[in-house]
């Protein structure tokens, strides 16, 4: 009754669909590993570790002063949420609402940074921060992770700037609404939602972000992400647990602010919005 | 020409059903299309025509019933083995072919000789007259011509059955009067048999040698275009049909199909059209064109309101009990003015 | 516009023409994101340029010159493109028959939501799973031998393998997602209109999906690649640093941060964006060649 597929295009379908549960089991099966060593009192030469135990966290906290690496990482992040927000919104807005002799340029200077990997730039900017003395500080880890979070606000909010229709602003100023109130009661709750949501994309990808920070960061303004990649570096000097520990906190640090930013948001845009390219 | 439809007796749909879920979008459609007939099938949105013509397609797989074209079960087919034309309701043309790409595909995927394909994609586009576009892309020709190549495009592999899905929707009022024309033209030249799916009915009537009209995934009536106008089978065909207006009463007289309908403390003369006894109740429907001002008339009622329409006016009232009538005239009435209103004997239809 | 101090009918006539082009209060709103962008991107950018000319000795060419003269340094433009092109390709012959399935599904968000893990994650993190999973001791290999399909653990850390596969894990998402994005793009309408007309599953692919999908398909791949070209703290975690994956962007860190030479360094950077750009121009150019209007439909 049903139409019967050829067993050829049975069989291509579930290829393909086991393709893909490989390649999930295997991610999570490497999420695990990561997960359960931390917890491991011992695990060598089994399928599972031989005890269990948390004093893996303690040392890890202890042994690469998490306490610290985490304030610097919520200042950091929270500075580049912050200020990207400043910078972008207003700017996207611009960007949505006019069009004006060398939109198009200004549209690539903003396409640029997204679309050249961070190394790629980031080594002639940090040479740049380290001679402004900015550099190994806060503020220097804080001014390259703007260079691509700016823009990536600016390409979010545009379609979302877009889609509001630009007739219910005018209706308010019809109604006597004057500039401020205009911003506060007609556009900021329309916004809010792009806004939150970009702002919540451009925090992960912060805590994430390691190459920028890692090339303008000293010793007092590394990021978790920066700690981690030090500590797997140097792997040998500590437990192999005690590394794990930390990146489970930092997967921890990292996932929570996905699941939240998932609520608001498509998972694709976490990619960016390339393809407006 | 030299397009002709593919030979076959008949199509029949036996018993069809699909379901999504729990919901039946289809319901034991059964029909049987002769070669060479063009049947519409017609329904507000969600009836199911376009189920039944996906079905068909071998787009959709059904979940109960059968296809067949002569003694021949398709419904076990995919689509590119079932060999019927298609017009898509967007067209769906190939953007990234020419015209003539566009057109020849389907006798390319035949595996047609190159020679024997441009001399067939040659008389479609006469057929279509398309003469002169055949080397342009999609995207460069306007809304009608698009539409040419996508019935091009499905009657030059010469197809048994040609499915149409709501083609004209997309058109401006004045070019789908034309295109209809051109629809009716093609199917007549070539001989085919078409399938044709609308929510249009008076696309469905001009067009079509028999209507099918659907409700809610089930067939309500089967027939010519002059027997839905004039003799829906049921209530809801009929308030499709245009009979906008609809009086509660009872029946007081029988006479074969001639009945006489009390309505409030009148008497209307009407046809029935569902068996009835005396004594019970009953809905009257008539068209409005049917319900003319007359000192003589049944239903009193009072205006609402008018509408010119430039050669008479159409009314709006409101009888005693509530009931809403909507009522032509030659004269505006006066807004609270009463009015009476005769119901034409022979087009009064008379539902249970 | 004040330090000018035209007087006041010359100022309304800049503003007024200004405005007749589009230019008014609310397009300078973008003045301050763009003035940052200029400073931290457009800046450092021509001055690495400038500075890749000022070498610490020799003429105006000598940090390109040494670059090309040493083998230590030119070979890294080969032992990127070797694990770039090739995880690139991978990558985009993966994500094609998958995108093409995901996209009849209904519900993509649970599957988008895993595939975005990796990516959120990043480079570092997959590096020390890596180290796990795919050690000696790791569940990869104790899995393969159970199952005796070898018999003495494959290594596939501190080499190039490791570095593929962390590409593959953190590459093969982001491709994916936007391959699906593409293959969205394309009206399902076009397939059904072609198997009406006698078109098969492998025909429809080769003669619709492939040439509407083309063009979208070069610019992710140009993404992508270029995302693997600047593979940096896997290449160090789970490569063999000092040999096969001495990849290019560690050349330029180590010449920035190790020898402090930050000329040599952005002569690095330049020619790290110079390949990439040359892949990318090439890649475009054929594309160039491709249909590349409107795929129907939503496109």
Redesign the interface.
């Known amino acids: 009754m049903v139409q019967r597929p050829s067993w050829l295009a049975r069989l291509w379908v579930t290829a393909v669909w086991a393709l893909v549960g490989f390649f999930i089991l295997n991610l999570f099966a490497m999420i695990a590993t990561v997960v359960l060593d931390s917890f491991a009192s011992r695990w060598l030469g089994t399928w599972l570790p031989l005890g269990w135990t948390t004093r893996w966290y303690g040392s890890a906290w202890d042994e690469f002063q998490l306490g610290d690496v985490l304030i610097v990482t919520f200042e950091a992040v929270f500075l580049v949420v912050l200020i990207s927000g400043l910078l972008g919104v207003p700017a996207a807005y611009a960007l949505a609402r006019r069009d004006f002799p060398g939109k198009r340029l200004v549209m690539l200077l903003f396409l640029l940074p997204l679309l050249i990997p961070p190394i790629t730039y980031g080594i002639p900017m940090a040479t740049v921060l380290y001679q402004a003395g900015f550099a190994g500080s806060l503020s220097g880890v804080v001014m390259a992770n703007l260079v691509p979070t700016v823009p990536f606000v600016v390409l979010v909010m545009i379609p979302f700037i877009e889609q509001i229709d630009p007739r219910i602003e005018a209706a308010a100023r019809v109604f006597g609404a004057n500039t401020p109130r205009l911003f506060l009661h007609v556009l900021l709750p329309l916004l809010l939602p792009g806004v939150l949501a970009a702002l919540l994309l451009v925090l992960v990808r912060t805590i994430a972000m390691f190459e920028l920070t890692f090339l303008t960061a000293g010793p007092t303004s590394q990021t978790l992400v920066v700690a981690l990649y030090y500590a797997v570096f140097a792997a040998g000097v500590r437990a192999v647990q005690s590394i794990d520990a930390m990146a489970v906190i930092y997967m921890a640090t990292t996932l929570v602010w996905l699941v939240l930013a998932l609520r608001f948001v498509n998972p694709t845009q976490i990619v960016g919005r390339a393809k407006r390219a | 020409m030299a397009i002709h439809a593919a030979d076959f007796r008949e199509l029949r749909l036996d018993r069809l059903s699909r379901q999504f879920g729990a919901m039946n979008a289809l319901n034991d459609v059964s029909l049987t299309v002769r070669r060479g007939e063009f049947i519409a099938l017609l329904g507000p949105s969600g009836c199911g025509k376009s189920t039944t013509l996906n079905c068909l397609a071998g787009l959709l797989p059904a979940t109960g019933g059968g296809i067949f074209l002569d003694d021949r079960r398709i419904d076990n087919l995919p689509p590119e083995q079932r060999g019927f034309g298609m017009v898509f309701q967007n067209y769906a043309l190939f953007p990234h072919m020419s015209v003539r790409k566009n057109i020849g595909f389907g006798l390319t995927m035949r595996r047609v000789s190159k020679a024997e394909i441009a001399r067939r994609v040659a008389d479609a586009v006469a057929l279509v007259r398309l003469q002169g576009q055949e080397d342009k892309l999609p995207g460069q020709l306007s809304g009608g011509q698009q539409q040419r190549v996508a019935i091009a495009r499905a009657v030059v592999v010469e197809p048994p059955l040609v499915l149409m899905d709501e083609p004209l929707s997309n058109l401006d009022a004045k070019l789908r009067l034309e295109m209809r024309a051109e629809i009716r033209r093609i199917h007549t030249t070539m001989g085919g048999t078409t399938i044709y799916v609308t929510h249009d009915q008076e696309e469905a009537l001009s067009l079509a040698d028999r209507i099918v009209l659907l409700r809610d995934g089930s067939v309500r009536q089967v027939g010519t275009p002059d027997e839905l106008y004039n003799r829906p089978a049921h209530l809801d065909v009929a308030e499709f049909m245009g009979f906008r207006n609809r009086v509660p009463g009872r029946v007081a007289q029988r006479d074969g199909d001639q009945v006489i309908v009390a309505v409030e403390n009148a008497t209307v003369v009407a046809q029935l059209r569902e068996d009835l006894a005396p004594g019970a109740e009953a809905v009257l429907a008539v068209r409005p064109e049917d319900l003319v001002a007359s000192d003589d008339g049944a239903l009193v009622a009072t205006v609402t309101s008018t509408e010119f329409r430039g050669r008479d006016h159409t009314g709006f009232a409101r009888m005693a009990d509530g009931t809403e009538l909507v009522f032509h005239s030659e004269h505006s009435a006066p807004r609270g003015s009463i009015v009476r209103l005769r119901p034409a004997p022979e087009r009064t239809l008379v539902f249970a | 516009m004040t330090a000018l101090a035209p007087s006041l009918p010359q100022r309304l006539g800049l503003r007024m023409s200004l405005a007749a ?4 209060t ?5 003045l ?3 003035a ?3 400073l ?6 021509l ?3 400038w ?1 890749s000319f000022q070498p610490k000795e020799g003429g105006a060419f000598a940090n390109y010159g040494r670059f090309f003269s040493d083998p230590f340094l030119y070979d890294t433009i080969w032992s990127t493109l070797r694990l770039a092109l090739p995880v690139t390709l991978v990558n985009l012959l ?1 994500a094609v ?2 995108a ?2 995901v996209r009849l599904m209904r519900r993509q ?1 649970v ?23 795919l050690g000696p ?4 290999n ?1 899995t393969l031998m159970a199952a005796h399909l070898i018999s003495s653990p494959v290594r596939l850390l501190h080499n190039y393998w490791g570095v593929f596969l962390s590409l593959l ?1 953190t590459g ?1 998402p ?1 491709t994916f ?2 391959t ?3 293959v969205s793009g394309v ?1 399902p ?2 397939e ?10 492998p ?1 429809r692919f080769r ?2 999906l492939l ?2 999908l083309l063009p ?1 398909l070069a ?1 992710t791949f140009c ?1 992508s690649f ?2 693997a ?2 593979v ?2 896997s290449a ?2 789970l490569g063999a640093p000092s040999g096969p994956t001495r990849v290019i ?1 560690l050349a ?2 180590e010449a ?2 190790e020898q402090y030479d ?1 000329g040599l ?2 002569a ?2 330049m020619i ?2 110079a390949v ?1 750009l040359g892949v990318v121009v090439v890649v475009l150019a054929g594309r160039g060649l491709l ?1 590349r ?5 939503k ?1």
Not at chain 3, 26 to 30: D, G, R
Not at chain 3, 293 to 297: R, V
Request: proline content about 5%; glycine content about 12%.
């Open positions: 082009r589009g230019v008014d609310l397009t300078l709103l973008m301050p994101a763009a940052f962008l200029l931290l991107f457009v800046y450092p950018f001055y690495g340029l500075i993966i028959p998958i093409l399935r968000r599957l988008t939501t895993i595939l975005v893990i990796p990516i959120t994650l990043g480079t570092v993190l997959v590096a020390q799973g890596l180290l796990n999973y001791q790791g569940w990869f104790r894990i093969l982001f997602l936007l699906l994005s593409y009206d309408a076009l059904n209109a072609a198997a009406t007309l006698g078109a098969g599953a025909s003669t619709i040439p509407l979208g610019i993404l270029v995302q070209f600047s940096f703290p160090v975690l962007s330029a860190y920035a941060f930050y360094a952005s690095i950077a790290m964006g990439q249909y209007g409107a795929s129907g439909g496109g």
